[in-house]
T-cell receptor
Framework: TQLLEQSPQFLSIQEGENLTVYCNSS?????LQWYRQEPGEGPVLLVT?????EVKKLKRLTFQFGDARKDSSLHITAAQPGDTGLYLC????????????FGTGTRLTIIP | DAGVTQSPTHLIKTRGQHVTLRCSPI?????VSWYQQVLGQGPQFIFQ???????GRGNFPDRFSARQFPNYSSELNVNALLLGDSALYLC????????????FGSGTRLTVV
């Protein structure tokens, strides 16, 4: 059974600060996705990474896929209150298999 | 364009009853997946259907079943409800040759009392 562990579980920081969320596994994933989920809503896709070492940027968010495709990180620069939410990483174990294994989630709160 | 739509949005059932949840994927998406999200946890994979055929099944008991219709909409059925089935049930659709991201509906909040 593949597991994805996220850290930290909870993070509360002041507006304007930087932060990094980690997603780790002992298994290799063919692709890894990051989602943000608001209360009462479904997860919304932020990014998909497929190549080991790949880095993608989405405005103030930077996503990195580990060289061995077992881990990923999400870095937010100058956090804003609108970044508040539950961040989930999710992986596919091989192409053609659409089952996603989700991480445990990081609940982020940005304090104005 | 309409996103993934799920109905109902909220549901309260009694232990032992059965429930049917519905999902309409994004137009043109032929794949539908179902996930269960218990409060405080990440979603857990239940089923995936593509072109009306089951392509994958998660570690859930036989009380859970699903099907996909010719218009690619889908139903998730749960029989003999238990208190532990209380969760947010999410439906996701994806275009052919997935692995590049899924669009989730807002979910159905099921409470079993």
């Amino acid at each position: 059974t593949q597991l994805l562990e996220q850290s930290p579980q909870f993070l509360s920081i002041q507006e304007g600060e930087n932060l990094t969320v980690y997603c780790n596994s002992s298994s290799v994933f063919s692709s890894l996705q990051w989602y943000r989920q608001e209360p009462g809503e479904g997860p919304v896709l932020l990014v998909t990474v497929v190549t080991g070492g790949e880095v993608k940027k989405l405005k103030r968010l930077t996503f990195q896929f580990g060289d061995a495709r077992k881990d990923s990180s999400l870095h937010i620069t100058a956090a804003q209150p609108g970044d508040t939410g539950l961040y989930l990483c999710a992986g596919n174990d091989h192409f053609g298999n659409e089952k996603l294994t989700f991480g445990t989630g990081t609940r982020l709160t940005i304090i104005p | 364009d309409a996103g993934v739509t799920q109905s109902p949005t909220h549901l309260i059932k009694t232990r032992g009853q059965h429930v049917t949840l519905r999902c309409s994927p994004i137009s043109g998406h032929k794949s539908v997946s179902w996930y269960q999200q218990v409060l405080g946890q990440g979603p857990q994979f239940i089923f995936q259907y593509y072109e009306k055929e089951e392509r994958g099944r998660g570690n859930f008991p036989d009380r859970f079943s699903a099907r996909q219709f010719p218009n690619y909409s889908s139903e998730l059925n749960v029989n003999a409800l238990l208190l532990g089935d209380s969760a947010l049930y999410l439906c996701a659709s994806s275009p052919p040759a997935g692995n590049y991201g899924y669009t989730f509906g807002s979910g159905t909040r099921l409470t079993v009392v």
